[in-house]
């Protein structure tokens, strides 16, 4: 039982266009919600979050935005930059401390130059 | 400091071997996190450990499954015995504060293959 679904395995953009990643949830419950990214060989790596009391937020050429009714989270790149090829890996949890962050299949990324 | 450290980075073993892989955390980080990797369910929480206490150990898969935290500084998760199926790649991350309060760093991550 999947509560933290990335349907698309993989996702190619030219250089310089913009990556859309998209994860969808099951869990109403859920307020508060984080990308990681991962390049091989090293462990994942916090890259942005979003809490439920905002539909968009954003960190340079990173935004994500979250609609609540849809249950759908995106993680928009622009421009994509080479360097932004890794695996993307989207996260969801409760802010009472469960301590549990429940993730996705993950997403590999290649922007080509 | 030197992020998470993970050992061994690569293993391979047979059906039925004993598998022990090991992890150091960030010093100062209260919070240890144990997470299993596999392409179909993509990176799964097996256990948490808060202050060298096992908090919630509901993701473990199953008995062969088992960790410990002797110390602040040391932590292990052993497979015994280890089938296939186990083959994946485990990390551990820990943490100052549980999420999202506090982002939690992974580790290099162990490829484990089981034949």
């Known amino acids: 039982d999947q509560q933290v679904k990335q349907n698309s395995p993989s996702l190619s953009v030219q250089e310089g266009r913009i990556s859309i990643l998209n994860c969808d949830y099951t869990?109403?419950?859920?307020?508060?919600f984080l990308w990681y990214k991962k390049y091989p060989p090293e462990g994942p790596t916090f890259l942005i979050s979003?809490?439920?009391?905002?539909d968009k937020n954003e960190d340079g050429r990173f935004t994500v935005f979250l609609n609540k009714s849809a249950k759908h989270l995106s993680l928009h790149i622009v421009p994509s930059q080479p360097g932004d090829s890794a695996v993307y890996f989207c996260a969801a949890t409760f802010s009472g401390n469960t301590g549990k962050l429940i993730f996705g299949q993950g997403t590999t990324l290649q922007v080509k130059p | 400091d030197a992020g998470v450290i993970q050992s061994p980075r690569h293993e391979v073993t047979e059906m039925g071997q004993e598998v022990t892989l090991r992890c150091k955390p960030i010093s100062g980080h209260d919070y240890l996190f144990w997470y299993r990797q596999t392409m179909m369910r993509g990176l799964e929480l097996l256990i948490y450990f808060n202050n060298n206490v096992p908090i919630d150990d509901s993701g473990m898969p199953e008995d062969r499954f088992s960790a410990k935290m002797p110390n602040a500084s040391f932590s292990t998760l052993k497979i015994q015995p280890s089938e296939p199926r186990d083959s994946a790649v485990y990390f551990c991350?820990?943490?100052?504060?549980?999420?999202?309060?506090?982002?939690?760093?992974f580790g290099p991550g162990t490829r484990l293959l089981v034949l």
């Open positions: 979003i809490s439920s009391i905002k």
């Open positions: 991350a820990s943490s100052l504060a549980l999420p999202p309060q506090e982002t939690q760093y």
């Open positions: 869990n109403s419950m859920f307020d508060y």
